[in-house]
């Protein structure tokens, strides 16, 4: 009676520390992403190819990268990354009614333009 219960908590366990892993894993990237955005010259295709590269293969093949590039020094660049959980995780509480299914991971780094 007690072993499914444990079973399904494990589960969670298991799919949220891989959602928090792919967290942390884009948050890097965004950060990555926005510090090479604020340099001068820089276009959009640049900071894709610096996020994709600063994630491991499984985020980088689904990664959506939306990157708003100030034109002045000072204006503020905007990176966001975001991937859906599906590539980040195992769906393995769709029984109990939690589908990671139209979710997404989403990480969003601002700074300001050198």
Known sequence: MVLPILMFMLMGLFEF????LAQGELEE??????RLA???????????????RSLPDRLAQSVSVRAFLGEHSGDEVIVIVRVPSRAAAPDLLWAIGYSLEG????????????
């Open 29 to 34: 990237a965004a950060q990555s992403g926005a």
């Open 103 to 114: 979710r997404s991971v989403t990480a969003e780094t601002r700074m300001a333009k050198e």
């Open 17 to 20: 520390s891989f959602l928090f």
């Open 38 to 52: 604020t340099l001068q010259s820089v276009q959009e295709e640049d900071v894709i190819a610096e996020v994709q």
